[in-house]
């Protein structure tokens, strides 16, 4: 049986550091999560000011960026009205969220995790998202 790689609490630290650096950088407080190779939550922050909705959210973004290991902000372009994913917003109790900030992170090719933000506008949940995502 082949062991399966997954993203570590000390990644999930390391990634939420690089993450909240560039969130400040912007001025705009963010939530950051990091799941492992199961889509299982690993660590989450909600920085200083950060939206309380949007803890939620970036733990599904999280989420679905390993369940399908994409972008969310990929998915998204494919889920609107007439391409192929349209309706996938309504799979998994509601989890896949279809718009900007969710990374998947890879080792060796192989996705063992992701990452999930958001607090800011879809621009700067993806620009925070990779920084995070680069510090795996």
């Known amino acids: ?9 000390e990644d999930a630290r390391r990634v939420i550091a ?6 400040r950088e912007l001025g705009q407080p963010m939530n950051i999560a990091v799941v492992d190779s199961g889509g299982n939550l690993i660590a989450h922050e909600r920085m200083d000011g950060a939206w309380i909705g ?8 999280a989420f679905t960026a390993r369940s399908f290991d994409i972008e969310t902000e990929a998915l ?4 609107q009205p007439g391409n192929q994913f349209f309706g996938i ?8 969220m279809i718009f900007a900030g969710g990374v998947p992170l890879r080792s060796d090719g192989e996705v063992v995790g992701a990452v999930g933000v958001s607090g800011g506008d879809g621009k ?10 680069s510090a795996f």
């Open 76 to 79: 998204g372009a494919n889920s």
């Open 124 to 133: 700067q949940d993806q620009t925070v998202a990779e920084a995070a995502a």
């Open 18 to 23: 690089a993450g909240e650096e560039r969130a």
């Open 1 to 9: 049986m082949k062991q399966m790689k997954t993203a570590t609490l």
């Open 54 to 61: 949007s803890v939620d959210i970036s733990i599904n973004k």
């Open 89 to 96: 917003h309504a799979s998994n109790g509601g989890r896949i």
